[in-house]
């Protein structure tokens, strides 16, 4: 029973150590962005004239804008909250830059879109989504900074393409034709790119991002459109701190909230803690079953033993003896015992709990996957305000495929406390039936 204990009990930590570093290594997110919905009281419709359809009749299309937007200074605000890991802010718009040869797409577009690619203004790079997942690097050069005016970091593939690199400036136009100038301070590499069966534009393509510092993107939009940020991406460090972090943003006065909207992503979280979720669940319930079913025993054991020593429980009373002491006196014999016992289940339980640990693991794995086929929907896991047509680069392997369970001296410490808690429980339970006795009525049992 003791080797049942005190591996149940090492298992249990070894999922809560694997929870904890889950959460802090993958996070979770959520997104202030401009709602976009009519209930926003700032959302503005503006008709814009597109190409001429097959009838030959020009096509009305409408340039959809908030004049509430966000700014660096909120952003600030919810970097500095605790608990934080990362938060940048972006807007996206499209620009031609003369210098650059961009990467053709898979799907094909009108010959107006061809030598657009999209422009990504933030708050800064390195905390941005792409580069704080892994799915950019950057390899020559530094980050955007918020400090930043007329710069741009774009791909290391793009630039070798263009014959461009760090230094060099590249030349774009505003939407009213005034020259734009931004140097190149960084060049990033992806750790994949769009395969070759996967439909994107050129201008999704992530060999031909371009990112900016937000005064570039306010002076390429050159309208009301863009003058800030239209989303928020904040990673937290525990997704446990997700409800309080977003609580607190929400209660920030220089947001105004009929605005915007707060998007909450746990789902990356979710999906790869259900199964130690899960094993911590049974872990538990196999511990109180375990417990309860040890004092059941344990009990009847002792009760027995007990009646078998009646006779010495007589001499005893017939001495004088006080029934506590006598009841003492077998709590501590068969904690003598148990010291050696639990002593011996670490041994035990090291050789075995690593395995019985993975395979309860496989099996909650396998269960949550079942489940997860029964009731599966297609959903969208957020942050296309961010990342555009590119959400499937964004690294997303969190699966667990073991936990590292040991049996240390804090879990043998545990067995001890909880060993001698059924202990007293047992043997308090087996001495009742004797100890309710008088002596006189022990004296006649005797006889």
Same mark, same amino acid.
């Given at each position: 029973?003791?080797?049942?204990?005190?591996?149940?009990?090492?298992?249990?930590?070894?999922?809560?150590?694997?929870?904890?570093?889950?959460?802090?290594?993958?996070?979770?997110?959520?997104?202030?962005?401009?709602?976009?919905?009519?209930?926003?009281?700032?959302?503005?419709?503006?008709?814009?004239?597109?190409?001429?359809?097959?009838?030959?009749?020009?096509?009305?299309?409408?340039?959809?804008?908030?004049?509430?937007?966000?700014?660096?200074?909120?952003?600030?605000?919810?970097?500095?909250?605790?608990?934080?890991?990362?938060?940048?802010?972006?807007?996206?718009?499209?620009?031609?830059?003369? *210098?650059?040869?961009?990467?053709?797409?898979?799907?094909?577009?009108?010959?107006?879109?061809?030598?657009?690619?999209?422009?990504?203004?933030?708050?800064?790079?390195?905390?941005?989504?792409?580069?704080?997942?892994?799915?950019?690097?950057?390899?020559?050069?530094?980050?955007?900074?918020?400090?930043?005016?007329?710069?741009?970091?774009?791909?290391?593939?793009?630039?070798?393409?263009?014959?461009?690199?760090?230094?060099?400036?590249?030349?774009?136009?505003?939407?009213?034709?005034?020259?734009?100038?931004?140097?190149?301070?960084?060049?990033?590499?992806?750790?994949?790119?769009?395969?070759?069966?996967?439909?994107?534009?050129?201008?999704?393509?992530?060999?031909?991002?371009?990112?900016?510092?937000?005064?570039?993107?306010?002076?390429?939009?050159?309208?009301?459109?863009?003058?800030?940020?239209?989303?928020?991406?904040?990673?937290?460090?525990?997704?446990?701190?997700?409800?309080?972090?977003?609580?607190?943003?929400?209660?920030?006065?220089?947001?105004?909230?009929?605005?915007?909207?707060?998007?909450?992503?746990?789902?990356?979280?979710?999906?790869?803690?259900?199964?130690?979720?899960?094993?911590?669940?049974?872990?538990?319930?196999? @511990?109180?079953?375990?417990?309860?079913?040890?004092?059941? +025993?344990?009990?009847?054991?002792?009760?027995?033993?007990?009646?078998?020593?009646?006779?010495?429980?007589?001499?005893? @009373?017939?001495?004088?003896?006080?029934?506590?002491?006598?009841?003492?006196?077998?709590?501590?014999?068969?904690?003598? +015992?148990?010291?050696?016992?639990?002593?011996?289940?670490?041994?035990?339980?090291?050789?075995?709990?690593?395995? +019985?640990?993975?395979?309860? @693991?496989? *099996?909650?794995?396998?269960?949550?996957?079942?489940? *997860? *086929?029964?009731?599966?929907?297609?959903?969208?896991?957020?942050?296309?305000?961010?990342?555009?047509?590119?959400?499937?680069?964004?690294?997303?392997?969190?699966?667990?495929?073991?936990?590292?369970?040991?049996?240390?001296?804090?879990?043998?410490?545990?067995?001890? @406390?909880?060993?001698?808690?059924?202990?007293?429980?047992?043997?308090?339970?087996?001495?009742?039936?004797?100890?309710?006795?008088?002596?006189?009525?022990?004296?006649?049992?005797?006889?």
């Amino acid at each position: 029973m003791a080797t049942f204990v005190l591996t149940g009990i090492s298992i249990w930590g070894a999922s809560e150590s694997a929870q904890l570093g889950l959460r802090q290594s993958l996070g979770a997110s959520f997104e202030v962005a401009v709602d976009w919905s009519d209930e926003n009281p700032y959302l503005v419709r503006e008709p814009v004239n597109g190409p001429e359809n097959d009838g030959g009749k020009q096509a009305t299309n409408f340039l959809m804008y908030s004049t509430k937007q966000l700014n660096p200074e909120q952003v600030k605000e919810i970097r500095q909250m605790e608990g934080v890991k990362y938060c940048d802010a972006s807007v996206e718009n499209l620009a031609a830059f003369e *210098q650059l040869s961009l990467f053709a797409g898979k799907i094909p577009i009108d010959e107006d879109f061809r030598k657009l690619t999209k422009v990504l203004g933030v708050w800064g790079t390195e905390e941005n989504e792409l580069f704080a997942s892994g799915t950019l690097s950057l390899v020559e050069g530094r980050h955007l900074t918020q400090e930043d005016t007329g710069k741009a970091v774009i791909c290391l593939d793009l630039a070798e393409k263009s014959g461009v690199g760090v230094g060099d400036y590249l030349t774009t136009q505003s939407t009213k034709g005034k020259e734009i100038k931004v140097q190149i301070v960084g060049l990033f590499a992806p750790a994949k790119v769009e395969g070759v069966e996967e439909m994107v534009t050129s201008y999704d393509k992530i060999q031909n991002r371009i990112f900016t510092d937000l005064d570039t993107a306010v002076k390429i939009e050159d309208s009301p459109a863009i003058k800030g940020f239209s989303v928020i991406h904040v990673t937290v460090e525990d997704p446990q701190d997700m409800e309080r972090i977003v609580s607190e943003v929400q209660k920030l006065s220089s947001i105004d909230w009929d605005a915007f909207t707060v998007t909450v992503d746990n789902e990356a979280y979710e999906k790869a803690a259900q199964p130690l979720k899960a094993l911590g669940s049974l872990i538990v319930t196999l @511990l109180t079953v375990i417990v309860i079913v040890s004092v059941i +025993i344990l009990a009847l054991i002792l009760t027995l033993w007990t009646k078998t020593r009646i006779h010495e429980i007589g001499v005893f @009373l017939s001495v004088g003896m006080k029934k506590s002491d006598i009841i003492g006196q077998f709590l501590v014999e068969v904690m003598m +015992i148990a010291v050696l016992a639990f002593g011996l289940s670490f041994f035990t339980s090291s050789a075995i709990a690593g395995q +019985i640990g993975n395979q309860l @693991l496989e *099996q909650s794995r396998q269960n949550g996957a079942e489940n *997860q *086929q029964q009731g599966a929907v297609a959903s969208d896991p957020g942050g296309s305000a961010v990342v555009g047509g590119n959400d499937s680069l964004i690294n997303s392997d969190t699966s667990i495929e073991e936990i590292q369970v040991s049996v240390g001296l804090v879990n043998l410490a545990e067995l001890y @406390l909880i060993g001698f808690a059924v202990i007293i429980a047992a043997v308090g339970v087996s001495s009742v039936t004797v100890m309710r006795l008088k002596p006189r009525e022990i004296l006649s049992k005797m006889s």
